[in-house]
């Protein structure tokens, strides 16, 4: 049996760090990365993050506390939309409980995150302003080498698709991931 602190170990996705409980996951069934550079980093220290993205009509720069009310916005205008994207269909995460305060305090954790190199999240911009998010975080699955999930606002779900896409083909040139978990779209 696990000990509870292993129960209540967190496993990094989306949106707020979700314990195993949140997931609908038990200790013993959460997969954790096969192998993660020696330091504890995703990505291994001499590769250089990308600092943004711009492709297909997004452009895609580190979230941070200064999208908080754009990024809160954008997702609890969507919510149910986004528990409908794959990649969040089993997810708790987006919760009608968080407050705009408490967002702030997860996008500070996405900004450490990317400081320490464990996890990387990207704010999708349009003309319009924040229209998603995309998530670059270690794998839960076995055999993969990065898991990442994007969801796009309700009123934009058209792009959705073409969001995977572009963001598919960035993995793929500016990454060093060779294995990402990244749920697909349509028919791709």
């Known amino acids: 049996m696990a000990s509870q602190a292993n129960a209540n170990e967190a496993i990094l996705i989306h949106g707020p760090r979700l314990t195993s409980a949140h997931y609908g996951r038990t200790a013993e069934t959460k997969c954790v990365p096969d192998k993660l550079p020696s330091s504890g980093r995703l990505v291994p220290d001499d590769f250089s993050v990308p600092a943004g993205h711009v492709a297909g009509g997004f452009r895609l720069v580190p979230l941070g506390p ?25 997810s708790s995460w987006p919760s009608e409980d968080v407050r ?24 999708v911009l349009s003309p319009e ?39 598919s083909a960035w993995l793929v040139a500016d990454w060093p991931f060779r294995h990402p978990d990244y749920a697909t779209r349509g028919n791709s």
């Open 129 to 167: 302003g924040v229209i998603g998010c995309v998530y670059i975080y270690p794998p839960r699955r076995a055999g993969y080498d990065a898991e990442v999930r994007s969801w796009v606002r309700a009123s934009h779900a058209e792009l959705d698709e073409s969001l995977w896409r572009v963001v």
């Open 66 to 90: 200064e999208h908080n009310a754009a990024d809160y916005a954008a997702w609890t205008s969507s919510i149910d939309h986004i528990r409908a994207t794959p990649g969040f269909v089993r």
């Open 100 to 123: 705009l305060t408490q967002n702030l305090a997860d996008l500070e954790r996405h900004a450490r995150d990317a400081a320490d190199r464990t996890g990387f999240t990207y704010t």
